[in-house]
């Protein structure tokens, strides 16, 4: 039985292919299945049953799996302890970013992180909530960029900064007039949200009070800030966006921003990472770095 051969299973067991678990692990498909029926010889059982699609453990494959698990995380682990030893961040790291924070944070950390962890692989996917709690357990993602309280048991959450909510505004709507808006003065059937699947519309409503059957002059759903702000534009209508997206708002639609008068309008933004993660020398470069960041970019009463 070797690392490599559980480092297989246990991708064959994420991904319920072996096709997938062969791409992600960098190995052909036959290589990766030898491999695993090796193992299956020396144990003397079956651990996946290759009839289903997906690819799923069977009764004795779960067992193995669990412990194979565990082996890995104290085998990095040692890995890890000796890498904080000799002074070294150097690995790589596959990084989660929800959409709503990628557009306006990457660009600000993503040059300081390379240049001062040269050793360090960094990789990037934008993802939703949902999608990056799941590929956190199933070990297709190491750490994510999210909104915190957002990811559930088995995901620590790291909070890293306070990201303030705003309203945006129509000239046409009612309530542009007014430099603070009082959330109670909002009417729901002018506000468009974020699709379902972005934490942020759970965000926006749970602080509207509002339940997610109330009706909209407009029924329109898209995952990206920046097309809520154009439809806006062209409408009568408002939407809510985080601070980190105010500077890119242009400077002569900067009066359609406004402030909410609410003492819990916004969010905290926070690394998240499974609970048995062990590179906490990456996560914590990760983190400094990207505190450092808003630091110097953002004005300091905001954080």
Known sequence: MTIIQLEYLLA??????????AEHCFVTQPSLSMQIKSLEGELGVVLLDRSKKPVIPTEAGAAVIAQAREALKEYNTIKEVVSVLKGDVAGRIRLGVIPTIA????????????AKYPKVELEIREMITDDIVDALKRDRID????AGGTCGEGIVERELFDDRFYAYVSPTNPLFNKSNIRIEDIDMRDLILLSVGN????QVLELCQARNSVPSHYNFE?????TLMRIVDCTSCMTIIPEMAVEYVPSERRNQVKTLLKGASSRKIALAVRRTYVKTS???ALADTISESVRRSVPSEHH
């Open 12 to 21: 064959v067991a994420n991904f319920g292919s072996f096709s997938v678990a």
């Open 103 to 114: 557009p306006y944070l990457l660009h600000r950390f993503i040059p300081d992180f390379v």
């Open 143 to 146: 750490v994510a960029l999210v």
């Open 199 to 202: 934490c942020m519309r759970d």
């Open 222 to 226: 898209s995952g990206s800030l920046d």
């Open 282 to 284: 990456i996560v914590n």
